[in-house]
C-alpha cells in the first residue's frame, strides 16, 4: 500500500537549515505530484509547497518563498525540503502528502489521498 515516510526534523537555531525527506512506496512516485504541508502547535494545517511529478514545476507559500526549496529524486522515490534561514515561527510538524495526480494540487489538502506521519522541526535558540 501507499506509505510515506518523513525524516530530518530537528531542533535547530534561527537562521540555521534542515533538509526533511520524504521516502515514498506503494505507488509510481514519477506519476504524483507531491506537497509538503506544516501545523504548528495550536494552529490548523498550513500549505507549504508542492511540486510536479516531473519535478519541474514548484510552487511555494509566501512565507516561505526563498527560503524553502522542494525537489524530488524519482530515481529515489524520495520527496525533500530544503529550509534555509530557519524562524522560530518555522516551528511545526512537517507533513508530506500525495496529489491524485501528476499535477501539483497546491494548497488543496482536501484532494491529498495519502500523508505521511510527520517530523518535528523545532526553530529555537
Known amino acids: 500500500q501507499v506509505q510515506l515516510v518523513e525524516s530530518g526534523g530537528e531542533l535547530v537555531q534561527p537562521g540555521g537549515s534542515l533538509r526533511l525527506s520524504c521516502a515514498a512506496s506503494?505507488?509510481?512516485?514519477?506519476?504524483?505530484?507531491m506537497s509538503w504541508v506544516r501545523q504548528a502547535p495550536g494552529k490548523g494545517i498550513e500549505w507549504v509547497s508542492g511540486?510536479?511529478?516531473?519535478?519541474?514545476?514548484?510552487i511555494y507559500a509566501d512565507s516561505v518563498k526563498d527560503r524553502f526549496t522542494i525537489s524530488r529524486d524519482n530515481a529515489k522515490n524520495t520527496l525533500y525540503l530544503q529550509m534555509n534561514s530557519l524562524k522560530p515561527e518555522d516551528t511545526a510538524v512537517y507533513f508530506c502528502?500525495?496529489?491524485?495526480?501528476?499535477?501539483?494540487?497546491?494548497?488543496?489538502?482536501?484532494?491529498?489521498?495519502?500523508w505521511g506521519q510527520g517530523t518535528q522541526v523545532t526553530v529555537s535558540s
Open positions: 506503494g505507488f509510481t512516485f514519477s506519476s504524483y505530484a
Open positions: 511540486i510536479n511529478g516531473y519535478g519541474g514545476t514548484t
Open positions: 502528502a500525495k496529489c491524485p495526480t501528476i499535477v501539483t494540487c497546491g494548497g488543496r489538502t482536501y484532494e491529498y489521498d495519502a
